[in-house]
């Protein structure tokens, strides 16, 4: 009788070990499907994202495209350029200046390129920008951060 209750007590183990290894295997099986399933919707969303902000900057640039004034800018310097002799002398002679001019300056050219309509505009928009994506911040903080940057920017030592 002894050993028809260990025969019996080892076979209720082994059932109870096919059991666990079973059920430990779906409960794999499950969590990978899940983790699956998750780590694809999180993928779609991400892309989704990553769309909408690239949709979002065409967008931006078809509305620069449209825009009347600014294409009038660029009209304006393409003529200034098609009226050019030789484009290329211009090129070299605009380069001359500026390595000729000190790295603690601004050559005069670059001066006129960085304060004429378009550069002003561009700078406009790019504060806009700033008090449109730091909602929270006072107008200070932007105008701060943005003059620092643009600064930078416009230090000789940027256009060199």
């Not at 096919?18 to 409960?27: F, G, I, K, P, R």
């Not at 004034?69 to 009226?83: A, D, G, K, T, W």
């Amino acid at each position: 009788m002894g050993k028809k209750l260990l025969v019996g007590f080892i076979v209720v183990v082994l059932l109870m070990v096919v059991l666990a290894v079973y059920l430990t295997d779906v409960s794999q099986h499950s969590l990978q499907k899940a983790v699956g399933t998750n780590s694809i919707l999180l993928a779609g969303e991400m892309l989704d994202r990553i769309n909408y902000a690239v949709y979002d900057k065409i967008e931006e640039l078809q509305s620069h495209l449209k825009d009347e004034s600014l294409q009038n800018i660029i009209r304006h310097s393409n003529r200034e350029f098609e009226n050019l002799d030789s484009l290329q002398e211009y090129v070299n002679q605009k380069d001359r200046e500026w390595v000729q001019t000190p790295k603690d300056q601004i050559a005069p050219f670059m001066q006129v390129l960085i304060h004429n309509d378009l550069s002003n505009r561009l700078r406009r928009e790019l504060v806009e920008f700033y008090n449109n994506k730091l909602k929270f911040r006072t107008p200070e903080m932007v105008q701060n951060r943005l003059k620092h940057r643009l600064e930078r920017l416009n230090s000789a030592e940027n256009l060199h």
